[in-house]
């Protein structure tokens, strides 16, 4: 759905190509987490943890390892620095790091494919029109006003596009609730459409879960900017209202910053310095400024622990199938699946010439769950059923690198003796 609604408006507003219209059944595959578009040469990258470039396409193309070592060199992409900074958005690259704009990767791989049919480009200037797709089919007043593709169509199917929240999930969140803690919803989707999501995977009651709920929060911005640059507002029939001074009672509110819900957390607590965990499933707009910007605990869902054949601990081998989590079987559906074209999330081997020794190191991705997240989960529902005061292992420099991943590791960065061979 998110690549239709993309290329649908690429082809009827901005002239592209129809075949963009028509998606063959496999090549969905193209789509991996981690993956930066160099928007200008219309490549798209996959990083090591020092930058360098370890597998790379032009457009949807897988480019060799001569091509990658003859356009990248065995130094650090020229833009790392800034990207390693989770600087996503700029004229010359974009990061793709959660589901809601991933399909966008494989629509500008085979933009760069079709604009090469017709002579290949010297430097490629697509990226403003998709920045217009994806603003036209999300943009704040799109699911009021029935525009685009996206909205319209998760509106009359919801049981097309929504899994419900496990039952499991729902009653941790009552116990959480009932320990005292205080529950937040943070959401950069608009009042509208989260009421639509909420009603649909948790239920009419879905406000009596949480004590103060943040919609339009345009993360990470939320985190970064001040309350003068970005204050809270009260809304009315999903309308934004006056801007508030401060935020003074638990409730339900749009934008704001976590300065001043902070010093609504402190008076709610009646402590000096409340311990906030955030659950987030993108690290460029929820781990990573949830950390830096406000020193927050992170807990990040990371569905490839599921594609990566997590490896189950010897003790529950012997244990029957109906008491392992959901998580620990081997049919896993989209996306779990590891990509064929950009291999593991979690490691990869360096590009070199025939014959080279081969060499695995891990992924940039990987080294940013190690150093922004507390703890990395496939989903809530692996830890649902855990007592409530459950002591997790976290990711530390005093930890291993694989610490911090519950119930286990991938695989792929276990040592070789206990990991799967690479094909």
């Given at each position: 759905?998110?690549?239709?609604?993309?290329?649908?408006?690429?082809?009827?507003?901005?002239?592209?190509?129809?075949?963009?219209?028509?998606?063959?059944?496999?090549?969905?595959?193209?789509?991996?987490?981690?993956?930066?578009?160099?928007?200008?040469e219309g490549n798209f990258l996959k990083l090591a943890e020092d930058g360098t470039v370890l597998r790379a396409s032009h457009g949807?193309?897988?480019?060799?390892?001569?091509?990658?070592?003859?356009?990248?060199?065995?130094?650090?992409?020229?833009?790392?620095?800034?990207?390693?900074?989770?600087?996503?958005?700029?004229?010359?690259?974009?990061?793709?790091?959660?589901?809601?704009?991933?399909?966008?990767?494989?629509?500008?791989?085979?933009?760069?494919?079709?604009?090469?049919?017709?002579?290949?480009?010297?430097?490629?200037?697509?990226?403003?029109?998709?920045?217009?797709?994806?603003?036209?089919?999300?943009?704040?007043?799109?699911?009021?006003?029935?525009?685009?593709?996206?909205?319209?169509?998760?509106?009359?199917?919801?049981?097309?596009?929504?899994?419900?929240?496990?039952?499991?999930?729902?009653?941790?969140?009552?116990?959480?609730?009932?320990?005292?803690?205080?529950?937040?919803?943070?959401?950069?989707?608009?009042?509208?459409?989260?009421?639509?999501?909420?009603?649909?995977?948790?239920?009419?009651?879905?406000?009596?879960?949480?004590?103060?709920?943040?919609?339009?929060?345009?993360?990470?911005?939320?985190?970064?900017?001040?309350?003068?640059?970005r204050p809270f507002r009260t809304l009315e029939n999903d309308e934004e209202q006056e801007a508030l001074l401060s935020l003074d009672?638990?409730?339900?509110?749009?934008?704001?910053?976590?300065?001043?819900?902070?010093?609504?957390?402190?008076?709610?607590?009646?402590?000096?310095?409340?311990?906030?965990?955030?659950?987030?499933?993108?690290?460029?707009?929820?781990?990573?400024?949830?950390?830096?910007?406000?020193?927050?605990?992170?807990?990040?869902?990371?569905?490839?622990?599921?594609?990566?054949?997590?490896?189950?601990?010897?003790?529950?081998?012997?244990?029957?199938?109906?008491?392992?989590?959901?998580?620990?079987?081997?049919?896993?559906?989209?996306?779990?699946?590891v990509s064929k074209q950009w291999g593991s999330f979690f490691v990869d081997r360096l590009p070199g010439l025939e014959n080279a020794?081969?060499?695995?190191?891990?992924?940039?991705?990987?080294?940013?769950?190690?150093?922004?997240?507390?703890?990395?989960?496939?989903?809530?529902?692996?830890?649902?059923?855990?007592?409530?005061?459950?002591?997790?292992?976290?990711?530390?420099?005093?930890?291993?690198?694989?610490?911090?991943?519950?119930?286990?590791?991938?695989?792929?960065?276990?040592?070789?003796?206990?990991?799967?061979?690479?094909?």
């Amino acid at each position: 759905l998110i690549y239709d609604s993309f290329a649908q408006y690429m082809v009827a507003e901005k002239g592209y190509d129809k075949d963009l219209l028509t998606l063959a059944p496999d090549s969905l595959d193209f789509c991996c987490k981690g993956l930066v578009l160099d928007i200008e040469e219309g490549n798209f990258l996959k990083l090591a943890e020092d930058g360098t470039v370890l597998r790379a396409s032009h457009g949807t193309k897988s480019m060799t390892s001569e091509e990658i070592l003859e356009t990248y060199g065995r130094k650090e992409w020229k833009h790392f620095n800034t990207v390693s900074g989770m600087v996503s958005r700029s004229a010359k690259y974009y990061l793709y790091d959660n589901y809601f704009d991933l399909p966008g990767a494989l629509l500008c791989a085979r933009v760069v494919d079709s604009l090469d049919q017709h002579n290949r480009q010297k430097k490629y200037d697509f990226w403003k029109d998709m920045v217009a797709a994806v603003q036209h089919n999300y943009k704040i007043t799109a699911f009021k006003e029935d525009c685009g593709t996206y909205f319209p169509e998760v509106k009359n199917n919801p049981d097309k596009y929504l899994q419900r929240c496990p039952e499991s999930v729902k009653k941790w969140l009552k116990q959480l609730k009932s320990a005292g803690k205080i529950l937040l919803l943070i959401t950069s989707s608009h009042s509208d459409y989260c009421r639509l999501l909420c009603e649909h995977i948790i239920g009419n009651d879905f406000e009596e879960y949480f004590d103060v709920v943040i919609t339009n929060a345009l993360k990470p911005g939320f985190f970064s900017h001040t309350p003068n640059q970005r204050p809270f507002r009260t809304l009315e029939n999903d309308e934004e209202q006056e801007a508030l001074l401060s935020l003074d009672k638990p409730g339900w509110y749009s934008q704001g910053n976590a300065t001043q819900l902070y010093e609504l957390l402190k008076k709610m607590t009646g402590k000096l310095d409340p311990q906030v965990v955030y659950f987030g499933d993108s690290m460029h707009s929820d781990i990573f400024p949830a950390r830096h910007y406000s020193n927050w605990e992170t807990v990040l869902i990371l569905e490839e622990l599921l594609g990566d054949k997590v490896a189950v601990p010897a003790e529950t081998e012997s244990e029957p199938l109906e008491k392992k989590g959901k998580y620990e079987g081997d049919q896993f559906k989209p996306p779990y699946f590891v990509s064929k074209q950009w291999g593991s999330f979690f490691v990869d081997r360096l590009p070199g010439l025939e014959n080279a020794e081969e060499t695995f190191v891990h992924t940039w991705s990987s080294k940013c769950i190690g150093t922004y997240s507390t703890i990395a989960i496939p989903s809530l529902e692996a830890i649902a059923g855990l007592p409530l005061d459950y002591r997790f292992t976290r990711f530390s420099l005093n930890n291993s690198a694989t610490a911090g991943y519950y119930p286990s590791p991938p695989r792929a960065l276990l040592p070789n003796e206990e990991s799967v061979t690479m094909k």
